[in-house]
């Protein structure tokens, strides 16, 4: 009788079909996609420059300019931005071997646009212009990133990058989007986003219902167990409250 959905709002709506229909346009916007690197290293990656948290690199002093202007057969050049991390220095299970075994990634946002032309293709067997694109910017992505790292580049072991393709593929994001909707102001009054939606016992959880990130996640999740159970879900809310108080 209650289902909660956190797949996105968009997504939601693709489910449930007519009776979600969006009351604003800000509902189907999907958010900014992402190329994403993967890396392997087989080195000491802590004491080569990698760390345990996370950093934003900023290319550009211009504010306005968020996303990797690339198209295919022109040169890709710098993106404005990187999120690097290294999520085997911040695994405490995480056994590198004896031969110092380590991962790595760098995250950039581009547009949906350039990637569409292959919309409807296979995953693993996309045209070769597609995997033309992707080589030019693996290069251009990996040079930059060791700008920041220069003592991992004789270290690096593997590399393989995804597309909003990719994401699209395993996640189901529209567009290949990263955060789910954009967080334009008018997704925020728009009333098919509130945790009750319009459809008897569907609630609507996770960034969509809030905002995106993992705070987003956890709060849209909060939010909709208050709306499935007002008195139950406000009580676990100021459980939760008081335990961090003390």
């Known amino acids: 009788p209650i289902v909660v959905s956190a797949a996105g709002g968009i997504e939601t709506a693709r489910l449930v079909g007519d009776d979600l229909e969006p009351e604003e346009p800000g509902y189907t916007t999907p958010g900014p996609a992402h190329v994403s690197l993967y890396l392997g290293f087989r080195a000491d990656v802590e004491n080569l420059g990698g760390t345990r948290y996370c950093q934003w690199f900023y290319e550009t002093w211009d504010s306005e300019v968020d996303v990797w202007d690339v198209s295919p057969g022109r040169d890709p050049g710098r993106a404005a931005v990187l999120f690097c991390s290294f999520p085997s220095i911040k695994d405490p299970a995480h056994d590198p071997g004896p031969e110092l075994r380590h991962t790595g990634e760098a995250i950039t946002f581009v547009p949906w646009e350039p990637f569409a032309r292959w919309q409807g293709t296979r995953w693993g067997r996309r045209p070769d212009g597609y995997e033309a694109f992707k080589e030019e910017l693996t290069d251009a ?72 990130g993992i705070a987003g996640g956890l709060s849209g999740g909060v939010m909709a167990a208050v709306a499935v159970e007002p008195l139950r879900g406000t009580r676990f809310v100021r459980s939760l409250m008081r335990a961090g108080a003390g």
């Open 141 to 212: 992505l990996l040079g930059q990133y060791l700008e920041h790292y220069p003592r991992l580049a004789p270290h690096v072991d593997h590399v393989e990058l995804s597309t909003p393709l990719s994401t699209q593929h395993f996640a189901r994001s529209a567009q290949g989007s990263i955060y789910g909707l954009a967080t334009e102001p008018r997704r925020f009054f728009d009333p098919g986003l509130l945790p009750r939606s319009r459809v008897k016992g569907l609630y609507v959880g996770g960034v969509d219902a809030s905002t995106p």
